[in-house]
Every structure is written in structure tokens, then in C-alpha cells.
């Protein structure tokens, strides 16, 4: 069950950006699981992958393609196997893909971006993508986000979607994405999976550039199970349909929409981590730097002992120290040291707090929604990131995924 | 149900070292729960603590003791509170249980060393101290290691003790140790509380020398939870009581003694790690440096996605080259590396085995003890640690903790 968090009734179309969903049965039965992705002609391109160095065939692939400049027409995204550690053969199936593609688009082999996600170590088959992609092409068509973030999905337990519009200059811009990801969330570039459009005209470079400052305080914020996965990909499109051009000099609210949008999008990824039944926000606050104060966060977000504590909503507090004195930061301040649970203060400069009651901690930790937030006062940098709880169901999910 | 570990049936006495248990109801009822350890005049001690920088106020008093020149003659032991996260109040109630026993013994309060464990962040009660270490002075014996053992667990599902007898010139040294401990386990310098004796006589310099050096390949290579305590504490006291002297002349049998005996006690904690179903060796091999090699052995060992498919003894070997390439090394070559699960080869310079079957990793997957070795390929360091698998009881006990 997600915390506080449906799947999208719809989401707006974007302009030049055209998507399909079938049934492939690469793994799973009954449902879509080949999606395709096409650009119209003059739109640009920017992504950001996964730094796991035992990075899958497709992200080796991806960043190729991309240094061609050529400019990618097509994303061909399959669920259910990552074609991770499958070596060369892997490599030479996922470019494969790519070319039975782009003959049946009559475009290059290097406009096409390969994208897979699901179990790692079996080689990907590619009879499905021969036989179905005819009809992905035939069914291709703008207003098909939904379906598409459907198609992805592994063990998502919804589909994830968010859009906005923007006004600039009196045109409407909308931006639209899908991702998808629930457990080996810990991003160390994007998170697996997500696709984001937009109508607007934005040079690629200059794309590149905001999608990076988007991606820093929103899908590089999260953790789920501080496991990095080998496919992590985050892709932005410009389809420069919307009459709009995105300059550095009106470039502001548009880097705003797209981190809201991403943000909510990385949201969304906790939301339904595996097992979740919480919605965790961790605050460092008055920090040296904001390095220091994401160690600290992080740190916290991805302690079994305080994710386990959060599970069974126990106000167990003297975790949460254990996780900020282990912190690998130096010359931390333990008497300087203020932290709350919500609006309840635990700790004042080091020291606990007479007035806190443990009912006061309870009713915090009762909520589906928590903030834990510690001040360390010895700085002015900050860092917020968005976390689950680990429960039950995490293991037996990740127990029995294979099987 | 700890892995392949039995609580010694008893344990050999140290000359020198006697120790006692009683009940004292702190937190636990109907167990003995106060554990007092009493040093000949003469003998020696070292010890290393947590790094955790919220470390608990007994881990304060122990390094200001031993801070002080004086020998060591008591060690104060409780279970079931931790004295930590509690601030000023906790550190006068460590002293205060210092001054008490100092008192009775007739010894200064600094040469009494206190340790706690159990729960954080509740402060603890002093009258439990008053009123039973009268009794725990008088039931003071040199065969009472077994006891002890017992007394210091929280968590535990067995009493955790290893013994060891070395000749040098001709005399018999007998080396004890006890330990407790199985969840909140990374130690950054010891773990959870453990105890050594032996009756050589050591200058305290050396003593702490050879307890430093064990310890590296020891508490410092297991982790079950990633999760460093604030109140790890391990302490080596040599009695001085056999008539040897260790100097750094014939350090080197005395140093591999210590050694093993240390191996052993971690390894015992991680059999009883909380939940555990496996007893698990990391061999990280050929790397540029041990750090290096250890970075990876941790990355691998921390990962809830290894340790989920361990539980399900599933032999999900993408899950390896996961932690592997999302480890925080540079350089990594991943098409040098090769893998293995016990025998069973998975991976030969980055690329799957055409020869490796599902059968074979299934067969080494069922096994309660296994092993995952990594070759890197890339110089002549190695690191092995220990660690434990994820399971539904690891999620239940933490949860339930303080109910």
C-alpha cells in the first residue's frame, strides 16, 4: 500500500512526444510491458544514468548513443528483465533491439535510446521485441502517458505520474513525466526509470544543465534501500512544439516546473517503496556544508534500526542518535545538537528535553507523514531528503521477488 | 535460532579475574542483569569504544578512567539500559554507580570502569545498583565467566564465550573471553560489549598494542545491521597471575591467541545476529589496497537486496553485482572482475559463465554458511568479513524492541 499516493486519473499530453504500450511477455503475463517512446523531429534530449559501475547494457548503450549527437527519435523501454550483468551478449542484444527499431522507423540505430528494468543476470530475450514492436509503432500517439507508466512498472504497486503548465511569454508549456521504482532506490544520478516531456524549445545543452540542478534536490534525495541500481535513467524532452524557446535568460520558472516535477516524481518512488507504510522527510539543518548535512540525512534514512523503529511508529529517539553520532562527518557537535519529531522537540543542544512525554512522541509517530529534523548549529547549509520505513512486507518481497 | 553456535557449556577460569552476576532488575525480571568483574592488584587492561560520536555516558567515564593512570580493578556491567542519549543526568548516574562500588570495594571511584547496554534514551536507575552490588561483591568467584556471559545479553539468543590455552617458555596462558551483542552491529572499534582476560602479564602499552591489532580483523569485519552502537566497548585484561611476561619478543604466539579468540567472539555474534538463518564470509580479493577491498566486502554486506535473497537463500547474483558496482571505490574495472558462491564460479572477468547453472547456485544458496568471494583482479590486498542475512524476525525484533 502507498503512502498517501493514486495513480493519475490522466496526464496532459505534450506536443511532439508520442507513446505506446504492449504486451510482450518478456516476463510478465497479461500485461504491457514493451513501451516506446518517439520524439518529433527538432526536439532535444537530456538524461542522466545510474553511476553503478556494473551499470546494464541498455545505460552503456544510452550514454553512446547520446555522444553521437545524433538526436534520439525513439526510447524503447521494456519491464521485467534489467539486462544487467549479462555481459557482452547483453550489449549486443540491447543494440540489437535498438536496430530492429530503427529499421522499422527507418532512422539510425543511434537515434534510439535502449532503456530495461527487472531482474538482473538472465539475458533479455529478443524474439518479443521482433515480434511486438510493428504494432508499439502502429499505436503510437500523444495522449498515451498513462499507459506508458503502466508499462513500466515491476513491483511499483501504481502507476507514477505528475504534470504542470508554466506560462512564459504568454505561451503555455506542458511538462509531463512517468517513472517508476520501488526497491534498489538510492539514486546516485536519477532513479529507475523516468521520463519527462515538455513542449518547449530548450537547446540541448542548456536542457542538460537543468535537468542536473533538477535531479540534485530531488531524485538524487531519496532512499529507499540505500541500494543503487545498475539502470537508473532519467530522460527530459524537449519537443520544441509549443512556440516557447528556453533561454538562460527566461530560464527560471522553467527550472522551477521541472524540479516540482521531479521532485514530485521522486516523491512518488517513496511513496510506494516496497513495503511502505511511511512517508519519512529528514531535515539537517545549520550545517558546515550541505555535503555534511546529507551525510547526516542519509545516514539516518538508511538505518535499519530507525526504518524498522518507523515501521512499528515506536518513538524510539536514542536510534535516531545512534544513526546521527555514526554519521561519517568529522567533528560533529553532540552538545550543539537539537532535534524534533514533527512539531516535538526531543533534544536541546545535546540534551533531552524534561518537557518531551513519550504520548507526545507517539501521536508523532503514529502519523503516515513524519518529519524528523535535527539542527547541528554550526553552519548555515541545509539538506532534505524523503525516505521509507522498512517493514515486513520489504522482505518478503525482496525474499520472493524472483520466485 | 543462532547459525552453527552453541553457548559453551563452561568456560576455563583466568587466574586473577573473578567475576559475579546477580539480579537486579533494571529492566529485565527473573534474570540476572548486573554483571561485576573484579582485576587482581598488578594486572593490566586495554580497551577501544564506539566511534559513535553519541556515544553512551559509561563509554565517557570508561575512556576518562582509563584516562587517568590508574589500573583498573572493577568493571561495572548492566543490561537492559544503555545510558545513552542521556545527557548530563546519565553521565552522573555512570559516576554515581562508579562511586557506589568504589565505595564498598575500598578503591577510587576511577578505578572502576562501567559499561551498559540495552535501551537508548531512558535514563537509568541508580537504587538497582545501591541496593544489589553488596551481593554481587560477595559472589565474586574466578569460575564464574559462564555466568557472566549470560548475564551481559540483551538481545541474544545464546551466552557467547571462547577460551584458548598457549604455552610460552614452557608456562600455560589461559585466555577467556565473553561477548554479547546481535543487532545495532558495525563496530567501529569494538563491539557491543566484550571481555577478555588472560594471565599473562603484559604492560598496559603493549597490551593495548596487541588488543588494537586483534580487533582490526575481528569486531572490526562483521557488521550485521550497519548500524554502529553507542556503547560498544571491548575490553583485554591481562592478571599477571602466570608467571609469564609478554614483551615484544614473544608477542607474536600471545598476538595470534588474542587474535583467534577475538575472531571467534565476533563470529559467534554474528551467528546470533538478530534473525539470522545464515552465517556469511565475504572474501574481497586482489585489490589495490585493503581499504579498497573492505569498502566493497561492506557495500556487499550492508545491502538489503544481498541480504533479503540470502535470507531466501535465492541465488540472485545480479543483487552481488549490484553492491559491487555501486560501491564507493574509483577505478573499478569491471570487466576484470570474477565472482564466486562458495565453489561455484558465477562471473570470469566481468563476463557470466556459460557453464554456471541455477542448480549449482541454488545448491550453495541452501547452505547455512556461505561464502562470496570477489577477485578484482587489480593488485594484492585482500579483506574478509563476516556478516548475516535479513529476515521477517530481523524486521519483527526491531520492531517489537521496546515493547
Redesign the interface.
Known amino acids: 500500500m502507498p503512502v498517501n499516493l493514486q495513480a493519475p486519473i490522466s496526464l496532459p499530453l505534450v506536443k511532439g512526444i508520442s507513446l505506446s504500450a504492449v504486451e510482450a511477455n518478456i516476463r510478465y503475463q497479461g500485461r504491457n510491458d514493451l513501451v516506446l517512446i518517439k520524439i518529433a523531429r527538432g526536439g532535444t534530449t537530456a538524461g542522466v544514468f545510474t553511476?553503478?559501475?556494473?551499470?546494464a547494457a541498455p545505460v552503456t548503450l544510452c550514454r553512446a548513443h547520446l555522444n553521437t549527437n545524433q538526436s534520439p527519435r525513439y526510447l524503447l523501454i521494456n519491464a521485467g528483465n534489467?539486462n544487467?550483468?549479462?555481459?557482452?551478449k547483453g550489449l549486443k542484444t540491447a543494440k540489437q533491439s535498438c536496430s530492429i527499431l530503427a529499421e522499422l522507423a527507418q532512422v539510425e540505430t543511434e537515434e534510439v535510446l535502449p532503456f530495461s528494468t527487472g531482474?538482473?543476470?538472465?539475458q533479455l530475450p529478443l524474439q518479443p521485441f521482433a515480434i511486438n514492436l510493428p504494432k508499439a509503432m502502429e499505436q503510437l500517439k500523444e495522449d498515451n502517458w498513462l499507459l506508458a507508466a503502466k508499462g513500466i512498472m515491476t513491483t511499483d504497486t501504481v502507476a507514477k505520474g505528475v504534470s504542470q503548465q508554466i506560462n512564459i511569454n504568454g505561451k503555455t508549456i506542458t511538462i509531463t513525466g512517468i517513472a517508476k521504482g520501488s526497491?534498489?532506490i538510492e539514486p546516485?544520478m536519477a532513479t529507475l526509470l523516468a521520463y519527462i516531456g515538455c513542449d518547449a524549445k530548450v537547446e540541448a545543452s542548456l536542457l542538460q544543465q537543468i535537468l542536473n540542478e533538477a535531479v540534485a534536490d530531488s531524485f538524487n534525495a531519496i532512499t529507499i534501500?540505500?541500494?543503487?541500481?545498475?539502470n537508473d535513467s532519467l530522460i527530459l524532452i524537449a519537443s520544441a512544439q509549443a512556440d516557447v524557446e528556453i533561454t538562460s535568460n527566461n530560464r527560471e520558472i522553467f527550472q522551477q516546473a521541472i524540479n516540482a516535477v521531479c521532485q514530485q516524481l521522486a516523491q512518488a518512488i517513496v511513496r510506494d517503496a516496497e513495503g511502505a507504510t511511511k512517508f519519512v522527510t529528514i531535515d539537517v539543518e545549520s550545517a558546515p556544508d550541505k555535503a555534511y548535512a546529507r551525510e547526516i540525512a542519509y545516514t539516518i534514512a538508511?538505518?535499519?534500526?530507525v526504518k524498522?523503529?518507523l515501521?512499528?511508529s515506536?518513538p524510539?529517539?536514542?536510534?535516531l542518535?545512534?544513526?546521527?553520532?555514526?554519521?561519517q562527518v568529522d567533528a560533529?557537535e553532540?552538545n550543539k545538537i537539537s532535534l524534533w519529531l514533527g512539531e516535538t522537540q526531543l533534544?536541546e543542544a545535546?540534551?533531552?528535553l524534561a518537557s518531551y512525554s513519550e504520548e507526545q512522541g507517539q501521536m508523532e509517530m503514529d502519523k503516515e507523514e513524519i518529519t524528523i529534523r535535527v539542527a547541528l548549529n554550526k553552519g548555515n547549509s541545509h539538506a532534505r531528503i524523503w525516505t521509507s520505513d522498512?517493514?515486513?512486507e520489504?522482505?518478503?518481497i525482496?525474499?520472493?521477488?524472483?520466485?
Not at 316 to 319: A, L, P, S, V
Not at 321 to 327: E, N, Q, T, V, Y
Request: aromatic fraction near 8%.
Open positions: 553511476l553503478n559501475k556494473f551499470c534489467a544487467a550483468g549479462t555481459g557482452e531482474v538482473i543476470g538472465e526497491g534498489m546516485n534501500d540505500a541500494d543503487t541500481s545498475t538508511r538505518s535499519p534500526l524498522t523503529a515501521f512499528a515506536d524510539n529517539w536514542g536510534r542518535l545512534m544513526a546521527i553520532g555514526r554519521s560533529l553532540v533534544l545535546g540534551e533531552p522498512l517493514s515486513h520489504y522482505v518478503r525482496n525474499a520472493e521477488y524472483r520466485s
